[in-house]
């Protein structure tokens, strides 16, 4: 189940979780930026809700620090500082919305979109990482095999695929053997 942090005011929070219109979410609150500041910390958020009208500067703090904790965070301002609070928060990774159902469902669905392309991302990293160890692998049993054995490169990758297909084993597990055996 998806966490949501809402910072604001006693007020403020409930018209503010009015409009966020997120189905199947826990719900935690802060008022003030310490109480904001220690539950960022101690819970594992999905998303932080801060709303500009907490004291101070304490909403932008709140905010950028809970940008920094890779939390996703949305700060709710009034309509007319929406360009102006954008421009300034976008280098914290922080996104901006106005204090109405339309702004503030358009940058949820913004965050839904960035997430899903940071999950791909990620797959794809992982799969290229896997990718680079299993080369590396390779060429580390091709180089055994051709100090070792005086093989050539080409004989050496054949050697590997020989004994990858006779132990019905993957190319990387032939290679880890080859390089266990001749190390």
Not at 68 to 95: C, F, N, R, W
Not at 133 to 157: D, Q, V
Not at 169 to 181: K, N, Q, W, Y
Request: with cysteine; aromatic share 4%.
């Amino acid at each position: 189940m998806e966490v949501v942090l809402v910072v604001a005011r006693h007020d403020r929070g409930d018209e503010i979780r009015k409009l966020l219109c997120l189905g199947g979410c826990a719900f935690i609150r802060a008022e003030n930026e310490k109480e904001a500041r220690m539950k960022i910390l101690d819970f594992q958020l999905s998303l932080v809700i801060v709303d500009a009208l907490l004291p101070g500067n304490d909403a932008k703090d709140v905010a950028i620090f809970a940008a920094s904790q890779s939390a996703d965070t949305v700060l709710i301002v009034p309509e007319d500082l929406v360009s102006h609070a954008a421009l300034i928060m976008q280098k914290y990774g922080v996104y901006v919305a106005a204090e109405n159902k339309e702004s503030i469902s358009a940058v949820l669905n913004a965050v839904s979109v960035a997430r899903v392309k940071i999950m791909k991302a990620e797959e794809k990293n992982r799969k290229l990482l896997l990718r680079l160890k299993n080369e590396k692998l390779m060429t580390e049993a091709k180089c055994l095999l051709a100090g070792k054995r005086g093989m050539s490169e080409p004989e050496a990758h054949s050697y590997i695929e020989k004994k990858a297909m006779n132990c019905r084993i993957s190319l990387a597990d032939a290679a880890m053997g080859i390089v266990r055996e001749l190390s």
